[in-house]
């Protein structure tokens, strides 16, 4: 099982990004894919998950607002959609999946089956 995070880069700060997650290995039937991100210094956070079960989405409550998640399981490829970046959302971003039939997902999962390696969003004031 392989995940590949793209779309990260330097940002000015109120500008968009889109994040993707490309799996291969494992087809995202039946898997919850989640971001998250580690800013330096600081402990990983979860952002947000997907249930590629029925579609349904849970959110950090920092997170709500700004920043959506996404899935195509015909592509096995995840999205983060971040907007209105700030210098805070600095971090490296992770995508990981866990296996699971879950649906109306309330919160992620406490552990991941498989992570990326990561991709930097750098957000400039």
């Known amino acids: 099982v392989q995940l590949v995070e793209s779309g990260g880069g330097l940002v000015q700060a109120g500008g968009s990004l889109r994040l993707s997650c490309a799996a291969s290995g494992l087809t995202f039937d039946d898997y919850i894919i989640g971001w998250f991100r580690q800013a330096p210094g600081k402990e990983r956070e979860g952002i947000s998950c997907i249930s590629s079960s029925d579609g349904s989405t849970t959110y950090a409550d920092s997170m709500k607002g700004r920043f959506t998640i996404s899935s195509d399981n015909a592509k096995n490829t995840a999205y983060l959609h971040m907007n209105s970046l700030e210098p805070v959302d600095t971090a490296v971003y992770y995508c990981?999946?866990?296996?699971?039939?879950?649906?109306?997902?309330?919160?992620?999962?406490?552990?991941?089956?498989?992570w990326g390696k990561g991709t930097l969003v750098t957000v400039s004031s």
């Open positions: 990981a999946v866990d296996r699971g039939r879950v649906h109306d997902i309330q919160r992620c999962p406490i552990a991941m089956d498989y």
